[in-house]
């Protein structure tokens, strides 16, 4: 299994940017399509963006497209999340995942997820 690590939540203001890093151990991430989920108060968890193995192809859900960018590095095993443009509707609870390949698979089926950063967008 991998270990996942999320940093860098905090509380911003509309329209600002915050940028979100998850650092693994245990495994590299070069082995894993990574993605990011949130979840916000009194809701069910969302996938937001998902990046490919060597980040070739990025996924997003429509809410976010034009202002969240996902990237990788692997030699660095850590994986990011730069948010622009924030809208309080984007305040929630922020975490990384990784995805084991499987047949029948999808970005909103995670297998490895970390503890989560709070974002917090205020108006």
């Known amino acids: 299994q991998v270990q996942l690590a999320e940093s860098g939540g905090g509380l911003v203001q509309a329209g600002d940017s915050l940028g979100l890093s998850c650092d693994a151990s245990?495994?590299?991430?070069?082995?894993?399509?990574m993605g990011w989920f949130r979840q916000a108060p009194g809701k069910e968890r969302e996938f937001v963006a998902g990046?490919?193995?060597?980040?070739?192809?990025?996924y997003y859900v429509d809410s976010v497209k034009g202002r969240f960018t996902i990237s990788r590095d692997n030699a660095k095993n850590t994986v990011y999340l730069q948010m622009n443009s924030l809208k309080p509707e984007d305040t929630a609870v922020y975490y990384c995942?990784?995805?084991?390949?499987?047949?029948?698979?999808?970005?909103?089926?995670?297998?490895?997820w970390g503890k989560g950063t709070l974002v917090t967008v205020s108006l």
């Open positions: 245990g495994r590299t991430i070069s082995s894993f399509p």
């Open positions: 990046i490919s193995l060597s980040g070739g192809s990025t």
């Open positions: 995942a990784a995805y084991r390949w499987k047949l029948g698979g999808s970005w909103s089926k995670a297998d490895y």
